[in-house]
């Protein structure tokens, strides 16, 4: 007797650079986000497939979470 095993695929959440930007409340732009991913290290990370680029919800969940503050002052983070 032998058994076969289904293996489910993972579904990841992928985003072009609009529905990232729509995800994110519209700031970052999505030229923003494009200009971001031209200087390297300044916005969410992104994956490239050929000439596509998208950005996973996980990583847009983290860099939000990484992005958010309790206060007004000076903390160093980014201006849009």
């Known amino acids: ?4 095993t289904q293996v489910q695929p993972v579904v990841r959440q992928l985003f ?4 990232a930007s729509a995800y994110l409340g519209g700031t970052p732009s999505p030229n923003t ?9 300044r916005g969410p990370e992104f994956v490239k497939l050929g000439k ?4 996973e919800r996980a990583t847009l969940d983290a860099w939000l ?6 206060g ?3 903390t160093g983070a980014q201006s849009y």
């Open 65 to 70: 979470a990484a992005n958010t503050h309790t």
């Open 33 to 41: 986000l494009a200009q971001w991913r031209s200087q390297g290290g």
């Open 72 to 74: 007004t002052g000076n």
């Open 52 to 55: 596509l680029v998208r950005y």
């Open 16 to 19: 072009d650079t609009p529905q």
């Open 1 to 4: 007797m032998t058994t076969t």
